[in-house]
């Protein structure tokens, strides 16, 4: 699983992105994210090695002048394989 951010601009250190590698906020951290992206603090792409994200978006409600966030998901298919030997 990936998110892929197509746009990113939040109010920096106020409205907050924490990304989680599982199915909720106990699973490890991936990044916690705000400000705008394109000043390395934002990654393009974020993968989940347990194909599953959770995503907590926090804000203080105050309008900001931030364009907020949008992002695309895509599955990812595995190409480990396997073999079993004979005898």
Not at 4 to 25: E, K, L, R, W
Not at 50 to 70: H, K, M, N, Y
Request: with cysteine; hydrophobic share 30%; net charge negative.
């Amino acid at each position: 699983l990936s998110l892929t951010f197509t746009d990113f601009q939040t109010q920096s250190g106020v409205d907050v992105m924490t990304i989680y590698d599982g199915t909720d906020t106990l699973s490890p951290l991936l990044g916690v994210y705000f400000g705008e992206a394109g000043f390395g603090n934002i990654p393009s792409v974020i993968t989940s090695t347990r194909g599953c994200l959770t995503i907590q978006f926090e804000s203080d409600s105050v309008g900001t002048p931030g364009r907020g966030w949008a992002s695309e998901i895509s599955c990812i298919t595995s190409t480990t394989t396997s073999t079993t030997p004979t005898s």
